[in-house]
């Protein structure tokens, strides 16, 4: 492994997203703005310099297909064309969790619900809003939305399809206890991994819709998603 550090030309050791752009480049969110790296260190555009970009703390960035980076804020959504310069902020959408799937759409947990973003009819789409409450998201190696949802499923977008697949991972009596869905990751086109409330983490077989547990609640099975431990 290698370490690098503000030496290196990082704006913040608090690193909190990743992205690839169409030409292979890595970009990085960190806690005081955007920077590339070049192979070597870590450089930091122009136009990244100069507000609103300097101002907004990255949680979350994506590219989407079009080389268009998406970073979230507290401000909106910013967007960045990487090949012309072009910036926009879409002040309405204040999101927890931004991602973009195979099929070139952005997808956002905001406080509107689930809504997505496509170039092709240049609007915001929330015709899922209503459909369920997620509570993370991911994309799977397929590039399909996955979600964990507050009803006890996990929901599924398949690419070109325009609904959803449901696949109850928690009966209503667990849910009346209280237990919750909470983290969602990709491991393979054949499975999922989540987490629950009281710190368990699973793996959720697609084909079968069997979970099966392999951390218990003596291990932060949130944090072995994240890390991408199985």
């Known amino acids: 492994f290698q370490n ?3 030496g290196n030309g990082l704006p913040n050791m608090g690193v909190c997203s990743f992205a690839q752009d169409n030409f292979g480049s890595v970009w990085v969110g ?3 703005g955007i920077c590339m790296f070049d192979g070597e260190s870590f450089i930091t555009p122009k136009i990244f310099q100069q507000e609103p970009f300097i101002s907004a703390s990255s949680m979350g960035i994506c590219i989407d297909s079009h080389n268009v980076l998406w970073q979230t ?4 959504l910013l967007t960045c064309n990487l090949d012309t310069g ?21 997808w956002v947990k905001s406080s509107r619900g689930l809504v997505y973003y496509t170039h092709e009819t240049e609007e915001w789409n929330s015709s899922f809003a209503d459909e369920f409450n997620p509570v993370s998201i991911c994309i799977n ?11 006890g499923c996990i929901y599924i977008k398949k690419r070109g399809q325009n609904g ?10 667990i849910l009346d206890s209280g237990l919750t869905l909470v983290k969602i990751a990709a491991c393979d ?28 609640g003596h291990f932060d099975g949130k944090e072995a998603i994240l890390s991408g431990i199985i």
């Open 189 to 216: 086109e054949r499975r999922l991994l989540y987490s629950t409330s009281d710190n368990s983490a699973y793996c959720l077989e697609l084909y079968s819709g069997c979970s099966k547990k392999f951390f218990d």
């Open 4 to 6: 690098y550090s503000s």
């Open 86 to 106: 072009e910036s926009r902020l879409f002040k309405d959408y204040r999101a927890s969790a931004i991602l973009c799937d195979g099929d070139g759409a952005v």
């Open 164 to 173: 959803f697949k449901r696949i109850p991972v928690l009966s209503e009596g």
């Open 30 to 32: 960190t806690n005081d």
């Open 73 to 76: 804020s507290k401000d909106g």
């Open 141 to 151: 190696s397929m590039g399909e939305l996955c979600a964990t949802a507050s009803d």
